[in-house]
């Protein structure tokens, strides 16, 4: 069925009333939290009926046979879905509300008024064509295990049933789009329409679907696949050739307002960057002392470089011959993760739940091409015992043995070990399990980007901070090489973003200040391409969890725990730093 409409929220919440007729007093009105507590509840309900991608994303799998088709009519039914609903939360008194509901009023505020602003100012809708991709809608709900699989099969039959619709919708949106974009499309639809490929063939033809529900799956599925390589041919045949592309810059306006709804900080986009100027110097200050130390150890015999930039360089180019093989990188990833886990045990840095399980994978084909070399794919709130998959994109095989060689140096045996403590323990795999056990849905879902990265680059330095790589002066000089490059985002975001940054320049930055291989320094150009703010979240939840723990240990003295810092950080879900730490120096002051 085409997705419709469920109307919007409408809460009667009444006062409570005498009524002469029985003589007994009604119901008391209920608190400001029950109410608001209420509404969330509908909310939510209501939001997942309204996009059923997500509600999927997030566990929620109610609505997995509707497939939303983004036109103008859609459009207008979000509008309206977030109009009612900011006007319904004006309702609601934020000082008559607990702390908790305060951030989860203040958090939904924020996600409504930034869906109009996505849609209506931004309007990435019109120029990114990568955002219109079944494969990934699909994928998952493919590989998904809250169904049974004939269930599942009959949800993506339902759904696929209207792919012409789907990508006539997606073309007709198209207006000036990037040529960076484009060319993504070109690579994750084409990726998309493995999906259905022969294993999804296979698994209808085994499954326990009536043979007419097979014939039907068949030619669904041949229609979606003409769908998707109707979209391609668009691309290629009209778009491309077309030559008309908006420029991928989206110019400071723009950047400042994004930066403000996505990462929800204390501190506006210019003060951030400003802070990350500041951070490069004092990381340049302590790599250079490090690379004094280990200089004669590496290179003896040999007179160090007077310029610090070359002597940081001299050392990092030994250390970064120790790497895995091209054909072993993922294995390489998967066999440390046991190491993690007992680490972060020993040390009692938090507590951790075995039952969750952690599944290294190579990235899917839909997936691939956005830069991102790694990343988690976790469960939502709803499904919390559901796989978390640790997405790790093999060495491409059309690469050449020296552009394999510069991404494996880049990963060499140290930073693969920091790369898989950020994406898996205790960085976002720890992080996401802990999030899905938040009372809040509203912290668990509406993650904040800043504090979910800002996390997983605090774990890396918690753990080295706790002995891991035994304090030595390679880890710890890698690790600044590595939150150089956390902090080079930042620069390089804004910069190209708002200030115009060159690919040659910018490469440049990469090369010499943050001492990265050639191949990571052209593969972060095609990210910052490719995206705008996210690149800054790291830097901006990192420093603000180093700064809130810092105010934590004055507060608390001899009584600061790391372990007990870091459960309460994690206990609040994905909520911006800034309102997680009102809450903790709340609950400091009130245990004094």
Same mark, same amino acid.
């Given at each position: 069925?085409? @997705?419709?409409y469920?109307p919007v929220l409408?809460?009667a919440l009444?006062?409570?009333?005498y009524?002469?007729?029985t003589?007994?007093?009604?119901a008391?009105?209920?608190?400001?939290?029950?109410?608001?507590d209420?509404?969330k509840?509908?909310?939510?309900?209501?939001?997942?009926?309204?996009?059923?991608?997500l509600?999927?994303?997030?566990?929620y799998h109610k609505?997995?046979?509707l497939l939303?088709?983004p036109?103008?009519a859609q459009?207008?039914?979000?509008?309206k879905?977030?109009?009612?609903?900011?006007?319904t939360?004006? =309702?609601f008194?934020?000082a008559r509300?607990?702390?908790a509901?305060?951030i989860?009023l203040r958090?939904?505020r924020?996600?409504?008024?930034?869906?109009?602003?996505?849609?209506?100012?931004l309007?990435a809708?019109?120029?990114?064509p990568?955002s219109?991709?079944?494969?990934a809608t699909v994928?998952?709900?493919l590989?998904?295990r809250?169904y049974?699989?004939d269930?599942?099969?009959?949800?993506i039959?339902?759904?696929i049933s209207?792919?012409a619709?789907?990508?006539a919708?997606?073309?007709?949106?198209?207006?000036?789009p990037?040529k960076?974009?484009t060319?993504l499309a070109?690579?994750?639809?084409?990726?998309?329409?493995a999906?259905f490929?022969?294993a999804?063939?296979?698994?209808?033809?085994?499954?326990?679907?009536?043979?007419?529900?097979?014939?039907?799956?068949t030619?669904r599925i041949?229609?979606?696949?003409?769908?998707?390589?109707?979209?391609?041919d668009?691309?290629?045949?009209?778009?491309?050739?077309?030559?008309k592309f908006r420029?991928?810059r989206i110019g400071?306006?723009l950047y400042d307002?994004?930066?403000a709804?996505?990462?929800?900080?204390?501190?506006t986009?210019?003060?951030?960057?400003?802070?990350a100027?500041?951070?490069?110097?004092?990381?340049?200050h302590?790599?250079g002392?490090?690379?004094?130390r280990?200089?004669s150890?590496y290179?003896?015999g040999?007179a160090?470089p007077?310029d610090?930039?070359?002597?940081?360089a001299?050392v990092?180019?030994?250390l =970064?011959?120790k790497?895995?093989t091209?054909?072993g990188?993922?294995?390489a990833v998967?066999?440390?993760i @046991?190491?993690?886990?007992a680490f972060?045990n020993?040390?009692q840095?938090?507590?951790?739940?075995?039952r969750?399980p952690?599944i290294?994978?190579e990235?899917?084909?839909?997936?691939?091409?956005s830069?991102a070399?790694?990343?988690?794919s976790?469960?939502?709130p709803?499904?919390k015992?559901?796989?978390?998959?640790?997405n790790?994109?093999?060495?491409p095989a059309?690469?050449t043995?020296?552009?394999?060689?510069?991404?494996?140096?880049e990963y060499n045996?140290?930073?693969l070990?920091?790369?898989?403590i950020?994406?898996?323990?205790?960085?976002?795999y720890?992080q996401?399990?802990?999030?899905n056990?938040s009372?809040?849905?509203?912290?668990?879902?509406?993650?904040?980007?800043?504090?979910t990265?800002?996390?997983a680059?605090?774990a890396?330095?918690m753990?080295?901070e706790?002995?891991y790589?035994k304090n030595?002066?390679?880890m710890w000089l890698l690790w600044?090489k590595?939150?150089?490059?956390?902090t080079l985002?930042?620069?390089?975001?804004h910069a190209?973003?708002?200030?115009?940054l060159?690919?040659?320049?910018?490469v =440049?930055m990469?090369?010499?200040?943050g001492?990265?291989e050639?191949a990571?320094?052209?593969n972060k150009?095609?990210?910052? =391409?490719?995206?705008?703010?996210?690149?800054s979240s790291?830097f901006?939840?990192?420093?603000?969890?180093?700064?809130l723990?810092?105010?934590m240990k004055k507060?608390?003295?001899?009584?600061?725990s790391?372990?007990?810092f870091?459960e309460q950080f994690?206990?609040y879900?994905n909520?911006?730093?800034?309102y997680i730490r009102?809450?903790?120096?709340?609950?400091?002051?009130?245990?004094?």
């Amino acid at each position: 069925m085409k @997705h419709r409409y469920l109307p919007v929220l409408a809460l009667a919440l009444t006062a409570s009333t005498y009524s002469p007729a029985t003589g007994l007093a009604a119901a008391p009105a209920p608190t400001p939290d029950a109410r608001f507590d209420a509404f969330k509840n509908q909310f939510l309900l209501a939001l997942w009926r309204q996009e059923p991608e997500l509600a999927a994303a997030k566990g929620y799998h109610k609505y997995d046979s509707l497939l939303v088709i983004p036109d103008a009519a859609q459009r207008q039914r979000s509008a309206k879905f977030a109009q009612t609903n900011l006007a319904t939360l004006g =309702t609601f008194d934020l000082a008559r509300l607990s702390p908790a509901n305060q951030i989860d009023l203040r958090l939904l505020r924020n996600e409504l008024r930034a869906r109009r602003w996505y849609a209506d100012t931004l309007k990435a809708w019109q120029w990114n064509p990568a955002s219109y991709n079944l494969g990934a809608t699909v994928g998952p709900l493919l590989n998904g295990r809250y169904y049974r699989l004939d269930r599942r099969l009959r949800n993506i039959s339902d759904k696929i049933s209207h792919a012409a619709e789907y990508y006539a919708a997606a073309r007709a949106n198209i207006s000036t789009p990037t040529k960076e974009h484009t060319e993504l499309a070109l690579q994750q639809v084409a990726g998309g329409m493995a999906v259905f490929g022969p294993a999804l063939a296979d698994s209808v033809q085994k499954s326990g679907l009536s043979a007419a529900e097979k014939q039907t799956f068949t030619a669904r599925i041949a229609a979606t696949r003409q769908a998707m390589q109707g979209y391609l041919d668009f691309l290629k045949n009209d778009v491309l050739p077309a030559g008309k592309f908006r420029s991928f810059r989206i110019g400071k306006k723009l950047y400042d307002q994004k930066f403000a709804y996505d990462i929800q900080s204390r501190f506006t986009a210019d003060q951030v960057y400003q802070q990350a100027l500041k951070h490069k110097a004092e990381l340049l200050h302590d790599m250079g002392h490090r690379a004094a130390r280990l200089y004669s150890k590496y290179l003896p015999g040999k007179a160090a470089p007077a310029d610090s930039l070359a002597l940081i360089a001299a050392v990092i180019d030994q250390l =970064t011959l120790k790497h895995t093989t091209r054909d072993g990188f993922v294995a390489a990833v998967r066999a440390q993760i @046991h190491t993690l886990v007992a680490f972060v045990n020993e040390h009692q840095l938090l507590t951790q739940d075995p039952r969750q399980p952690l599944i290294v994978r190579e990235t899917p084909l839909y997936m691939r091409g956005s830069g991102a070399g790694a990343s988690v794919s976790a469960p939502g709130p709803y499904e919390k015992g559901a796989n978390t998959y640790y997405n790790v994109e093999p060495i491409p095989a059309e690469w050449t043995p020296v552009q394999a060689e510069s991404y494996l140096r880049e990963y060499n045996d140290y930073t693969l070990q920091i790369l898989n403590i950020h994406e898996a323990i205790p960085g976002h795999y720890t992080q996401k399990v802990y999030a899905n056990r938040s009372p809040s849905l509203v912290k668990s879902i509406f993650s904040n980007g800043a504090m979910t990265e800002g996390w997983a680059v605090y774990a890396e330095r918690m753990m080295l901070e706790n002995g891991y790589g035994k304090n030595s002066d390679e880890m710890w000089l890698l690790w600044d090489k590595w939150n150089m490059r956390v902090t080079l985002n930042s620069i390089i975001d804004h910069a190209v973003q708002v200030d115009n940054l060159s690919e040659t320049d910018m490469v =440049t930055m990469l090369r010499r200040e943050g001492f990265q291989e050639e191949a990571e320094a052209r593969n972060k150009w095609r990210r910052a =391409t490719l995206s705008q703010v996210q690149l800054s979240s790291y830097f901006a939840g990192y420093t603000e969890i180093v700064a809130l723990r810092e105010e934590m240990k004055k507060k608390q003295g001899q009584a600061f725990s790391i372990k007990s810092f870091n459960e309460q950080f994690l206990s609040y879900g994905n909520a911006p730093v800034k309102y997680i730490r009102e809450l903790m120096l709340q609950s400091a002051v009130a245990k004094r």
